[in-house]
């Protein structure tokens, strides 16, 4: 049957690493899209086995089932500046940290908060070049009288999310500036910030200088960074070998007739495709020139280098022939002792795995 399987042991070994290397700075873990993949509950009962007390979600859903399953001191933080009424006051039920990101939000909460005569918290989220949520460093002004302003704000955290973190550094540290120079007029204004945290995985693994008081991890926890990292990937799929057969000489495999087979070769039918997130990536927009050419460039290494994809069958890499379908792909076991039902491992990540269930080993 197939199965995603994530190792505990290898979870929590890039938790206490990731522990180590922020120090005394607390790690917020962004349990967004039900957990990259690895549902928000187990996920969240790990990172607190480790001693994880504050976590960042997307949805009022994430939050709820934190709330309902114990996690009832620990900080949770809304990383969408949420406007809707009923979503908020919700939110607010559940204790959970609010994001505001603009005026109209901030009197909303306000006023949504006095109705209920309660005080909500917040953190400011500042846009420094991500173009979503936040106030402009341009907005300053605005938002230091917020500060005066809102009665029913209480007013304890400040941040940014930076969108080249992974592959800009000269951008990441002019957007990291000019979120200090919100910062810094705030308290130049006699207003305390509170908690100042800007670092996703990508800007935390590489920028020390900007962990502040706080950090945001996310795919960190997963392992799985665009960049090396002593940090290895939680979860692979695993399934069995459908059908052993060999095509003849002449004979070609999958959509397309991509691959055909130069001498007699034994292949091996395995049930996993692209529906179940095997070689599905998060594709670039090829809406600039330069991405095209990236692309470009990145299929001509594949090219020459024939990066092709593999799985492990009997401890061995196996190539990949042919075209993935949407529920099966080929794979050459030529010299490889393997029979049918014989178990097969798949490298997918947690985030695009689909259609098997998600299960936790030690
Ligand atoms: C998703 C997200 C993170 C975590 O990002 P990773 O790169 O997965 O660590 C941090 N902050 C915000 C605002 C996010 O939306």
Redesign the pocket.
């Known amino acids: 049957m197939t199965t995603y399987v994530v190792s505990r042991e290898i979870l929590e070994n890039n938790i206490r690493q990731l522990k180590k290397q922020a120090g005394a700075v607390p790690i917020w873990a962004?349990v967004?899209g039900d957990g990259y993949g690895l549902g928000v509950l187990p996920l969240a009962e790990i990172l607190s086995e480790e001693g994880i007390t504050h976590f960042?979600v997307?949805e009022l859903r994430e939050a709820q089932i934190l709330r309902d399953n114990n996690f009832t001191e620990e900080k949770i933080l809304m990383?969408r500046a949420v406007s809707d009424r009923e979503e908020i006051n919700r939110l607010l039920d559940l204790k959970v940290i609010l994001t505001v990101g603009n005026e109209e939000t901030a009197r909303l909460i306000d006023q949504i908060a006095a109705e209920r005569a309660d005080v909500a918290e917040v953190h400011l989220k500042i846009d420094t070049g991500m173009g979503r949520y936040g106030f402009l460093e341009e907005e300053t002004e605005s938002v230091i009288s917020l500060y005066g302003e809102v009665k029913h704000l209480a007013i304890s955290g400040i941040y940014t999310?930076f969108n080249c973190a992974f592959n800009n550094e000269a951008l990441t540290r002019q957007e990291f500036a000019a979120f200090n120079n919100v910062v810094e007029a705030i308290r130049a204004a006699g207003y305390e910030t509170g908690t100042v945290h800007c670092c996703?995985?990508?800007a935390f693994l590489q920028y020390p200088q900007m962990h502040c008081d706080g950090v945001?991890?996310?795919?960190?926890l997963l392992g799985r960074m665009p960049f090396r990292t002593k940090l290895h990937p939680v979860g692979y799929a695993v399934t069995n070998i459908d059908e052993i057969r060999t095509l003849p000489k002449g004979h070609t495999t999958g959509y397309s007739a991509l691959w055909t087979a130069k001498k007699d070769t034994r292949v091996a039918i395995v049930p996993v495709g692209w529906y179940h997130g095997f070689r599905v990536s998060c594709q670039p927009e090829l809406g600039r020139k330069r991405d095209c050419l990236r692309a470009s460039l990145s299929a001509l290494k594949q090219l020459v280098r024939r990066k092709n994809a593999t799985v492990e069958i009997a401890g061995k890499q196996c190539p990949v022939i042919g075209a993935i379908g949407m529920l099966h792909c080929a794979v050459d076991v030529s010299g490889v002792e393997c029979k049918r039902g014989d178990p097969v491992k798949l490298q997918i990540s947690p985030l695009h795995v689909k259609g098997m269930p998600v299960v936790f080993r030690a």
């Open positions: 962004v967004k960042c997307t990383l999310h996703n995985s990508a945001r991890l996310g795919s960190a």
